[in-house]
């Protein structure tokens, strides 16, 4: 296994381009969803370089877990949000997408010149010996050695982003009691409260909106007549003047 | 007395503590006291100076107490009482007496006599401290002490915007002088160690000539700037602001005296460089003339009067200059002037007492009939300062003309003598002018003035000083000479031969201050006009200082004043510019980078990847570099 | 067969007592009835960071080479690391006492159901009254239990983990204030967005070096590079990229950028922890990197971080002069003082270390009374961290305003305080260790630093009382520890640091 | 007795006392305070007496550990310099407190306990830079003293707008810090290459490379230069002058600055020979120009405390020079001038600070004349005017003449300059006595009430003892420099062995 | 072709994911970047476990998804957080935290 073989480097140059383009699909895709399927499409071809790189185990876990749960998670907030959330073409911050681009280009140059300069001359041992009992074996042994440490901490992790979850999504009922009869009417009868019916918007007004409080037998316009979602309108002068009265050969 | 020297400048001092501390208690008998600490300063004096006599080498030296003392350099406090000295404290005490007592009834009506009193105690103890200090910085300290006193005096009527102004003007132009002889002290002390006048003049010899010539100069430069000599002239006249007392003891009398002390008693150093004692006498000849010729063209009678001090300081300079026995001929000059001038003063603060302080002579006229005492006392004194024999002017002076004449260069008698002479001859003419617009010609008085003659407090001064005006001169002019030697170098033996003979020279003089006199009497007995007279331009310049002032004016006041605007400017906006500029720009600079943080998460993560890739590439950078 | 590996229980005790009684907070907040979860949770917390200090401090009396290393190798506690826990602790106490804070608004400074749409009706309404949330502790006991791994990890894998145990409950924290949620959430946004981007960049790096080094514990990158087998230039790169995640912890310019936008919108308390404990682990983490893994690089990377170093300092400095909140501030000043710790680390060798462990205490326990006090200036809507709003406060309560003024003081640098000597070490060793140009940059942004300082003071003691001065609360008795220990400490620490500079020179040994 | 250390802790356990004082209670706080200072001041007789008996260049020494770590102590010893310079703040202090009595009545918001805890706090931190034997302890008294100054200057003055108080308290504390801090960059070099100590003995013995020295003399120069104030770095001390209440702007000048020319003294001469020497010209070329530019700017000043305290500038010219000359006179004139200045400037601001709390104002056109009212005031102002020209007979001659002559037998050329500032000072104080006392008197001035109460019983204590030291030690100084001599001979020694007992 | 191919694919994927960052708005998507990011980082472990040989790489890239399991949970709390007050999932919204 350690030596490329044929099967191998077909492998590589269809599954390598079809992973760029799913990154690149993801970075340009207007819609988020879009973006989510490419990136789903890089990732299951990075699980099969996975496989094939002597790494079953976290090849699989690669397209079950993070294909398959944490992209789906991704897609499942992407409806919750809405998917028709599709970015706008203009670009609002000056220069950004020419400077993070040339960035980028720089950074990937930088990296892939240095690491290519730096390993080709490297051996490759391959991981023949290291897998003999099995792969998983293999990782198992590790994970519960030298990382045992590591790996009862993630538990931290996933309990902390339980607790996150929970405390960033959930919302207690408020606690409404259930209300009697005989405590509504109290209530409703209590000194300072008015326990007829509401009037209606429009009542003794001149003008028949919702939005125009009703007068009270004194004159005054009544507050709680109208919703209080409603802005209360400012009447203009015409229209508070008295209206003639409609009579017959106007 | 002379193991206890100290007390003679201790008496007026702890008299001025008490004056100017005792507060409004000390109202009614202040000016009493401050008549009696000269008065026994004199009394102790006298009983020193007969001391001296019998004293081997005729001097005593005492060091009270180390004044400061630092590595190899050490001043002390001492004191020195040699026939110099005697004279000087017997002038000082003697004459100051006789002015506090006519200050009593000068200052009478004044709500500030004690202050008064006070100040002028001050200025006797510095003006003794100056005299009687045995090395230069005592010397230097009496100076500043005189000079503050003097100050303090001209601007007594603070109130009074010009007296105040012409204080400042003293004080500062005498500052500029003593800057001068405290860079002397200094060059003493680093070239000799010591400012003891003793051992300062025994190690002369060991100077440069270059050292010597700056060193006199330097003196020189504070003796002109205490004596009103060319070119720091300009203060003297303006010093008339002050009570006319003040103008007989301080800038008449004694302080203005002051520089030919120094001189003189520097004599060992100016004798040591001919080119030194050329240019003093050259500024006492010139002093002389200019006082001569702006004192013909002045109307303020105090002012004529300081003139003629500038003038008759510049002969004394030109004694000093002179060298050899003409030392003790400026002392002598020095010590009648200090009689004449201060009856004169005097008596001219007796005219403005009668005329409700009016200074300008074209307002006078024909007091000789109103005011007896003071008429024939001014008279003595105007009579002894032109050197009519035989009063005292003329046995001081003469003998210095002719010295001025007695020199090895024909053409250095010629110049100096001749200006000696011409100066005779126009003190003759000014003074005879002020004194007959003074005293005689029609009245000319402003309306309600009714002179009188002073109280007795004041004419007995008067009157004492015109007795010594009278017969001082001929008294003093050879036992003094002798007397003064030493420390005053003595006459030469061998006698030069000058340009002219002696008889000639005198002979000359006479006719000379007659001229003057009779010129001036014949136009001015018919008094003067009061508005200024179209004149030349001799007399143009005459009124205006021969352009000192203006020329003062124009050279440091304005640029300094300019420069003074300039550097303020430069001050907040230059230098605190720089400073603010630099806070602005770290500002401004925080203000605009702040803009970077525009709050965008994208942003962030630019400058984050920007800084990645930064980082990277100084890494392999440094890795491959 | 598979063993686990020996685990000296001793050494990692505070580890799993910490990790531990979080687990158990989390259940504490499903049974305990709703009144007495706070008071719970807080002495709970207390009580499990107190029981750790205990085992940090027995263990740090028996700590030698050979018994450092434990876990598989995952882990040292070795001096450096039981310095660094038990500041972190110390620091953390100090902190959750904040947190516990309740009388200066009911409910204290979080939110009780973040979930709440903000600005809704129901927002309102729990704003006024509600009792917080208590999930906050067992959050921040994650988040410290993380911080004591990372400053402990000997391998970059553990690294990484605890670098995430410790940020991700932050990144939570940090939305969870109770007023001004909108500035809160969009901290923990940006917080939470910027920080995996770091991380990205952390793990990479990791990748790279496991590339070169065939392992990624410490030992053995040390070798390997050492050795200097292959091409250095892997290891450089991989170094490079490790860094921005390290460097971005830590608040260096120009990864700094998060900073001050976090510290703002986190609730008050938060910001505290944040910024004193965080810095710690985070530098703890960084020396740990570069003296044990990376010393053979030396330098190699001194120019690049010297660089950053002095960048850091100039931009802390120079954007905190036009600030106008204070916490933000507060926060451009704990960049500055990231760019002088970083001149400590640069400055290398035992001064070095033992002025960053140091500076990394006496910044920390000033750092959290400052913050303290901020959370005591309030109106009817909350803290008023607005500069102009706390004009005049000398004159209302000068008791606050004089002790907030020692604080600003340390930060300047002013002798007596902790924050002159932590500055002075950092300059010593720095000149010590031949970095004397950073320490010039030091000198000339500690300058500029003083200008918005001076800003405050004049504001608080020379301008008049406006009409908008809000009033000083009264603070509890858990603020008040909170402030005095960390003014005490401040004062304390800048009259006689004799004592913990001894003990930070002690524990300045690292064993690979 | 642990004289140095009670000096130093006194007044700032002192300043705690007093902080605690109820507002409510002025009146307790100002007496506490004052019976603090005198007991500060008796200490620093005793110390003075003690210090005779003793013996060594450093005497009454005393050492604690502070920072083992470090190598830093909390030493404290006094030579002559520090002697002197701490009885002057000892002297100064309690006569400030009495001149300030009443400088926060009817200000109402101001806190009386606040402003005479903040004095003693400033004394406390000033004896302590003066008697500290150790570079870091010397390093934190000298910033620490910023921050009561800061207040004093910020806080408290009544006549001046709330805007230049503000403005002038940050130039002070930013200019002294940024001097502060690149000292510390000095000090912490000079820590490094001393051999890992703060010890001042230790320092001065050790061998320091002359091409480092010359940088950290720089550093520490910076710091002194701009506390002294010397140009070009004084543009803060005219600000801070003119914003501070008279009795502080007194022990700003007055003492405080002189930190400055104190630090050169014990720090930049002994620790940095060779660099002295080689920074000596410029050094002195910054005074000699400090001496004419200040004192022209005086002359050009329309408000009284902005003009002392260019005064104050020429002033540390002269001071400068001495330093810098290095000759036994002038170092000697240069430190008795430091205590002469204190009394001359001190006497000078506090009786400014009469005449701007009579008037309230500071500006000299709102003068004019006021001698006619306040004759005693007016000739006291005088008094001080003098002294600070430096007039024969007041203190500041022999220490401006010692200075001058000293230089002249090193520099002939920088004396007879220099010579010319003394011109110069008479021209400003008598410019300033002018506009202010004499002339008509200004109508405006007879409309103020208390322009028409001459010297209080307070006040004329207040001045009584600057005075009485400025006529005693005019005529006879000898006492000072005796202590002084010693220390400066040794310092110039440090300078240049050759020299020495010359 | 050698196993560094893998990694020079990692590097620009890493690199499109860092660029993706900055020039997305979508809160999600944005953080999608970060996820391919993290992707390309175990590619590279992946790999280099193959190339030296040890399991240790694989471990890691098992590690780095537990890892970014836990962070997508909370990443996608604080977007619905966000998102239900603001009813906006573009980064560019949130900038009330600024200057």
């Known amino acids: ?250 | 007395m002379l193991s206890n020297l100290w007390l003679l400048i201790a008496i007026p001092a702890a008299s001025a503590a008490v004056l100017l501390l005792a507060g409004r208690k000390a109202d009614r008998w202040g000016h009493w006291l401050g008549v009696l600490a000269p008065a026994a300063s004199f009394v102790l004096g006298l009983i020193a100076f007969f001391g001296l006599r019998d004293l081997p080498g005729r001097a005593a030296e005492q060091t009270l107490w180390t004044f400061f003392k630092s590595g190899d350099m050490t001043i002390d406090f001492g004191l020195l009482f040699d026939p110099l000295t005697a004279v000087f404290v017997l002038l000082i005490t003697g004459v100051g007496s006789l002015i506090h007592l006519y200050a009593v009834g000068y200052m009478a009506h004044d709500e500030g006599r004690r202050r008064f009193f006070g100040y002028f105690n001050l200025f006797v103890a510095a003006m003794l401290l100056l005299v009687l200090g045995n090395n230069y910085v005592m010397l230097y300290l009496g100076w500043e002490g005189v000079g503050l006193a003097s100050y303090l005096l001209i601007s007594f009527w603070y109130n009074r915007p010009s007296a105040a102004t012409a204080g400042k003007k003293a004080f500062l132009m005498n500052r500029v002088g003593d800057a001068g002889f405290a860079i002397a002290i200094f060059l003493m002390l680093a070239q000799l160690g010591t400012v003891n006048y003793n051992q300062v003049f025994s190690q002369v010899g060991a100077l440069t000539t270059g050292t010597v010539l700056v060193l006199g100069l330097l003196l020189l430069l504070g003796a002109c700037g205490k004596s009103g000599q060319f070119p720091l002239q300009a203060w003297l006249p303006d010093a008339m602001e002050g009570p006319t007392p003040v103008s007989a003891l301080i800038h008449a009398a004694t302080m203005v005296t002051a520089g030919v002390y120094l001189i003189a008693r520097s004599n060992p150093i100016f004798s040591a460089n001919s080119t030194l004692q050329l240019i003093v006498v050259s500024v006492g000849a010139l002093t002389l003339l200019m006082g001569c010729i702006i004192g013909a063209a002045k109307d303020d009678i105090k002012r004529v009067l300081a003139w003629s001090t500038v003038s008759q300081i510049g002969y004394m300079f030109l004694g000093v200059g002179l060298g050899g026995g003409a030392y003790a001929l400026a002392i002598i000059h020095l010590l009648a002037h200090g009689f004449f001038k201060a009856n004169m003063f005097l008596g001219a603060g007796s005219v403005m007492h009668g005329m409700q302080d009016q200074v300008d002579i074209r307002r006078f006229g024909g007091l000789a009939k109103y005011m007896k005492i003071t008429w024939l006392t001014f008279m003595m004194g105007w009579l002894a300062i032109i050197g009519l024999p035989p009063l005292s002017g003329f046995f001081t002076k003469e003998p210095i003309i002719a010295a001025a004449f007695e020199q090895h260069d024909a053409w250095k008698s010629w110049v100096f003598g001749g200006a000696a002479l011409l100066g005779a001859g126009l003190t003759a003419f000014y003074m005879t002018r002020l004194f007959v617009l003074t005293f005689h010609g029609p009245k000319r008085w402003t309306d309600g003035q009714h002179p009188h003659e002073s109280p007795a407090v004041m004419w007995i001064p008067l009157v004492l000083l015109a007795i010594g005006s009278v017969v001082a001169g001929g008294l003093m002019a050879s036992p003094v000479a002798k007397w003064l030697e030493p420390p005053l170098p003595a006459a030469p033996a061998e006698e030069v031969h000058g340009v002219l003979g002696h008889t000639a020279i005198t002979v000359l003089s006479l006719v000379l201050t007659v001229l003057g006199a009779g010129l001036a009497w014949a136009l001015f007995r018919r008094g003067t006009a009061l508005e200024p007279q179209p004149a030349g331009p001799v007399v143009r310049a005459a009124r205006a200082n021969l352009y000192t002032d203006a020329f003062n004016e124009a050279v440091f006041e304005k640029p300094g004043s300019w420069l003074t605007r300039a550097l303020v400017y430069v001050d907040n906006k230059g230098i605190d510019g720089v400073v603010n500029g630099l806070a602005a720009l770290v500002g401004g600079g925080s203000g605009r980078l702040r803009r970077l943080q525009t709050g965008f998460v994208r942003s962030y993560a630019l400058s984050m990847l920007a800084g990645g890739v930064l980082v990277l590439g100084a890494l392999l950078a440094v890795r491959l570099g | ?512 | ?502 | 072709m050698t196993p560094m191919w893998y990694i020079v694919l990692a590097a620009v994927l890493f690199s499109i994911g860092a660029v993706g960052v900055l020039v997305r708005r979508n809160a999600i998507v944005l953080f999608m970047c970060v996820e391919l990011m993290l992707n390309a980082a175990n590619l590279a472990l992946v790999t280099f476990s193959r190339i030296n040989g040890t399991l240790d790489g694989q471990i890691m890239a098992f590690f780095a998804m537990v890892v970014a399991a836990a962070e997508v949970v909370i990443g996608l709390a604080i977007i619905m957080l966000i998102f239900r007050t603001r009813r906006s999932a573009s980064v560019d919204d949130a900038n009330l935290l600024k200057y």
């Open chain 4, 1 to 502: 007795m642990k004289y140095l250390s009670l000096l130093t802790v006194v007044p700032l356990i002192g300043a705690l006392l007093v902080a605690f004082v109820p507002r409510t209670k002025p009146q307790l706080a100002k007496q506490l305070a004052l019976v603090i200072s005198l007991i500060v001041f008796g200490l620093a007789v005793a110390a003075w007496i003690a210090y005779r008996s003793d013996s060594g260049r450093m005497r009454l020494e005393e050492s604690y550990t502070w920072i083992p770590a470090w190598d830093a102590k909390f030493s404290f010893a006094a030579d002559g310099i520090g002697l002197v310079m701490l009885a002057l703040t000892a002297l100064l202090v309690p006569i400030v407190i009495l001149a300030s009595w009443h400088d926060l009545d009817n200000s109402g918001k101001r806190s009386v306990p606040a402003y005479f805890a903040l004095i003693l706090a400033l004394e406390g931190t000033m004896i302590g830079a003066f008697a500290s034997a150790d570079v870091l302890l010397f390093y934190l008294f000298f910033e620490v003293m910023l921050v009561p100054m800061y207040f004093l200057i910020g806080s408290f003055s009544k006549d001046v707008p709330t805007k230049q108080r503000h403005y002038a308290a940050v130039k002070f504390f930013l200019y002294s810090l940024v001097g502060g801090l690149f000292m510390l960059a000095a000090v912490v070099g000079l820590w490094v290459v001393g051999g890992h100590t703060f010890d001042w003995q230790q320092l001065v013995n050790a061998d320091i490379d002359s091409g480092v020295g010359r940088w950290l003399f720089l550093g520490f120069f910076l710091a002194f230069a701009i506390k002294a104030p010397f140009f070009p770095f004084h543009t803060w001390l005219p600000d801070a002058g003119g914003a501070a209440p008279a009795g502080i702007a007194a022990l700003l000048v007055g003492v405080m600055d002189k930190v400055g020319t104190f630090g050169i003294l014990r720090y930049c001469l002994p620790l940095f020979p060779e660099a002295s020497k080689y920074f000596a010209p410029l050094a002195i070329a910054l005074a000699l120009v400090g001496i004419i530019y200040a004192a022209l700017l005086a002359v050009g000043q329309n408000d009284l405390k902005r003009l002392v305290s260019y005064t104050s500038i020429a002033h540390f010219g002269f001071i400068g020079i001495g330093i810098f000359v290095f000759s036994i006179q002038a170092g000697s004139g240069a430190v008795l001038y430091m205590i002469n200045h204190g009394l001359a400037t001190g006497l000078l601001f506090l009786v400014v600070g009469m005449f701007v709390a009579r008037r309230g104002s500071t500006h000299v056109n709102d003068f004019g004349g006021a001698g006619k009212l306040l004759p005693l005031l007016a000739g006291i102002f005088f008094f001080a005017g003098m002294a600070s020209l430096a007039l024969p007979g007041l203190a500041p001659f022999v220490s401006e003449f010692l200075v001058l002559a000293g230089t002249f037998k090193v520099n002939k050329t920088v004396a007879v300059i220099a010579t010319i500032g003394i011109i110069l000072a008479a021209a400003y104080v008598l410019w300033m006595v002018q506009r202010t006392t004499q002339g008509t008197l200004n109508p405006a001035l007879s409309t103020v009430d208390a322009m028409k109460r001459d010297l209080t019983k307070r006040e004329m204590i207040v001045v009584a003892p600057l005075i009485a030291f400025l006529l005693v030690l005019g005529f006879y100084p000898q006492p000072v420099l005796d202590v002084i001599n010693p220390a400066v001979e040794a310092t110039i020694a440090d300078i240049n062995p050759v020299q020495a007992g010359k």
């Open chain 3, 1 to 512: 067969m598979v063993k686990l590996p020996p685990m000296d229980y001793a050494a990692i005790m505070p580890l799993l007592i910490l990790f531990g009684a979080a687990c158990l907070g989390v259940l504490i907040e499903a049974f305990v009835p709703r009144r007495a979860r706070n008071i719970t949770q807080l002495l709970f917390s207390l009580a499990a960071v107190i029981a750790a200090m205990v085992f940090v401090v027995k263990r740090a009396g028996n700590v030698t080479a050979a018994n450092a290393i434990t876990a598989g190798g995952a882990i040292t506690i070795d001096k450096a690391a039981l310095f660094l826990q038990g500041s972190l602790l110390v620091l953390a106490f100090v902190s959750l006492l904040i947190f516990g804070e309740r009388t200066l608004e009911q409910g204290g400074a979080f939110v009780a159901q973040a979930a709440v749409t903000v600005g809704s009706e129901k927002d309102k309404e729990q704003a006024a009254k509600s009792l917080g949330s208590t999930e906050v502790y067992p959050l921040a006991l994650f988040s410290l239990a993380g911080m004591l791994l990372f400053v402990a990890a000997n391998d970059l894998l553990t690294m990484f983990v605890a670098l995430e145990v410790f940020s991700l409950p932050l990144y939570l924290l940090c939305a969870l204030a109770r007023r001004k949620r909108l500035l809160s959430q969009e901290a923990a946004l940006k917080y939470f967005l910027l920080g995996a981007y770091a991380s990205a960049f952390f793990l990479f790096g990791v990748a790279l070096v496991y590339g070169y080094a065939k392992a990624v514990d410490f030992a053995s990158i040390h070798t390997a590079a050492a050795v200097g087998a292959g091409n250095i230039t892997l290891l450089i790169t991989g170094l490079g990229l490790l860094a921005i995640g390290l460097l971005f912890k830590v608040a260096a310019a120009p990864f700094h950028v998060w900073t001050p936008d976090v510290y703002q919108g986190a609730p008050t308390p938060v910001t505290a922890f944040m910024a004193a404990c965080t810095k710690a682990a985070a530098f703890g983490g960084l020396i740990r990197v570069l003296y044990v893994g990376f010393d053979g690089l030396g330098w190699q990377f001194t120019p690049v971080l010297g660089a950053i170093a002095a960048l850091t300092v100039m931009v802390g400095a120079v954007l905190a002069v036009t600030q106008t909140d204070l916490k933000r501030l507060l926060a451009y000043s704990s960049v500055a003082n990231a760019g002088y710790l970083l001149i400590g680390v640069l400055a290398g060798g035992q001064l070095g270390l033992q002025s960053v462990l140091f500076y990394l205490v006496a910044y920390g326990l000033t750092v959290i009374a400052a913050f303290a006090l901020i959370t005591l200036v309030r109106d009817a809507d909350g803290e008023a961290t607005h500069l102009s709003r706390w004009a005049g406060l000398g004159a209302r309560s000068p008791l606050f305003a004089g002790i907030f003024t020692f604080l600003l003081l340390a930060f300047a640098g002013i002798p007596l305080t902790s924050g002159f000597m932590a500055k002075l070490s950092v300059f010593g060793a720095a000149v010590d260790g031949g970095q004397t140009w950073l320490v010039i940059f030091g000198v000339i942004s500690s300058i500029i630093l003083a200008f918005p300082y001076l800003r405050v003071v004049v504001m608080m003691w020379l301008s008049e009382p406006g009409e908008s001065t809000p009033s000083v609360s009264l603070p509890g008795v858990l603020t008040s520890t909170a402030l005095g220990v960390g003014t005490i400490a401040t004062l304390v620490l800048g009259v006689a640091p004799g004592l913990l500079l001894d003990l930070a020179d002690k524990a300045a040994a690292f064993i690979r």
């Open chain 1, 1 to 250: 296994m350690s030596a490329v073989q044929t099967g191998e480097i077909i492998t590589f140059f269809i599954l390598a381009p079809l992973a760029v383009i799913g990154a690149l699909g993801m970075v340009l895709a207007r819609n988020a969803v879009h973006s989510a399927l490419w990136l789903i499409l890089t990732m299951l071809s990075l699980g099969v370089f996975y496989i094939v790189q002597a790494g079953p185990f976290i090849g699989m876990v690669q397209i079950i877990v993070y294909t398959g749960a944490i992209m789906m998670l991704f897609l499942f907030v992407l409806m919750l949000v809405g998917r028709d959330a599709s970015d706008s073409v203009i670009e609002t911050l000056r220069g950004q997408k020419v400077v993070g681009t040339l960035l980028g280009v720089g950074l990937a140059g930088l990296m892939a010149t240095g690491i290519y300069q730096a390993t080709r001359d490297y051996t490759v041992v391959g991981l023949e010996a290291a897998n003999k009992d099995g792969n998983v074996q293999g990782l198992a042994k590790l994970i519960f050695t030298n990382y045992v440490f590591a790996f009862e901490v993630t538990s931290a992790l996933l309990i902390t982003a339980a607790v996150g979850a929970m405390i960033l999504a959930h919302q207690e009922k408020s606690g409404v009691k259930a209300v009697g009869q005989v405590a509504k009417m109290r209530e409703r009868f209590l000194p300072g409260n008015y326990p007829g019916p509401k009037p209606g918007p429009g009542v003794f007004a001149t003008s028949n909106s919702v939005a125009t409080p009703a007068k009270l037998p004194d004159g005054n316009p009544s507050q709680r007549s109208i919703s209080p979602i409603l802005p209360t309108r400012e009447l203009t002068a015409a229209e508070k003047a008295d209206k003639p009265t409609l009579t017959g050969g106007a």
